[in-house]
């Protein structure tokens, strides 16, 4: 297969695509922000970062690091921040890996750069694009600096949007929703039908996988998901249900939601639980031959053995 650089290795996703690259053939490279045994420490991703070392006789990267999104961000300027690593240290390392000689770039971008709520139609890669907060315009911004990267070298680019990854590991809304469920908390959620698409970790690291081979990928953008949406609902009495309990759901008003949200400061966080955001992954399906190995039960069923093993009932 040839030797590939990931960077963020030691993260969410890094920590699952590092080994299944490995059975793939890959010799990995694993770049971390600080040291760590087995991997090369980069420092902060950055414009002014050193590539150098861990770009040696690196025929591919998988560019996974980045800053995340956070609910309650604390920095003076906010798209300044996620500018500075997500957009112009990704231009950076394209430009870094060109030098180097790299065939093609990897770079896992987010579902937020088309927006944050879809109305009966999902997005897919035709759609303009329309970020909402700084996190999305940063990855928006890094998408179109790795084009120009590759539009004026050799190397090849491939862009994948991922909604939300769950899977062993998970951290966030997704841990909260879990530790939630496992206690049986009452929930006022029963009569919200949104649809929302997810991605299972075990099937991302295989999509990421399939993105670094072959010309057919090259120059591509592509959604990605589990290809079955569920309502908040859903996903909530499936995962009590992964956990051993059931759910315990009822059903409120959807607009008083709404005003608990707004008279809470919660909006956005409301505005995920009620509404929907469904990405078309038929594209990544048809161009690569791509299928998700893993089901939503299967996934929804690994993250809550791994969530009862390290006791994360909180």
Request: charged letters at 20%; a neutral charge; hydrophobic letters at 45%.
């Amino acid at each position: 297969m040839g030797r590939v650089l990931v960077t963020g290795a030691n993260g969410f996703v890094g920590r699952a695509l590092c080994p299944h690259l490995e059975k793939q053939g890959w010799e990995v490279v694993k770049a971390t922000r600080q040291s760590m045994e087995g991997a090369v420490a980069v420092g902060e991703i950055g414009p002014e970062t050193d590539w150098g070392q861990a770009l040696e006789n690196v025929d591919a990267v998988v560019h996974l690091a980045a800053r995340v999104h956070v609910m309650n961000d604390t920095v003076a300027d906010p798209l300044e921040a996620f500018r500075q690593v997500n957009t112009r240290g990704t231009k950076h390392l394209a430009q870094s890996a060109a030098k180097a000689g790299v065939k093609r770039l990897v770079f896992l971008s987010s579902i937020k750069v088309n927006g944050e709520e879809t109305f009966g139609h999902p997005f897919d890669e035709a759609m303009w694009a329309n970020p909402l907060d700084a996190y999305g315009q940063s990855k928006w911004e890094a998408e179109q600096a790795l084009w120009e990267v590759v539009e004026s070298t050799t190397l090849q680019g491939v862009v994948i949007r991922p909604p939300l990854v769950y899977g062993p590991g998970v951290k966030g809304n997704f841990e909260t929703l879990l530790r939630i469920a496992h206690k049986g908390i009452p929930l006022p959620f029963a009569a919200v039908k949104n649809a929302r698409s997810l991605v299972y970790v075990g099937n991302l690291v295989g999509g990421i996988s399939k993105a670094l081979e072959g010309e057919a990928a090259s120059g591509q953008t592509f959604m990605i998901s589990d290809g079955e949406d569920l309502s908040t609902a859903e996903l909530i009495d499936r995962s009590a249900k992964a956990l051993g309990h059931k759910s315990k759901l009822f059903p409120f008003p959807i607009f008083l939601l709404k005003l608990a949200g707004i008279l809470t400061g919660k909006s956005a966080m409301i505005a995920r639980l009620t509404g929907s955001l469904q990405v078309n992954s038929a594209k990544i399906r048809d161009l690569l031959q791509w299928q998700p190995p893993f089901s939503v039960e299967k996934g929804l069923k690994e993250t809550a053995d791994w969530f009862i093993t390290h006791n994360k009932s909180g």
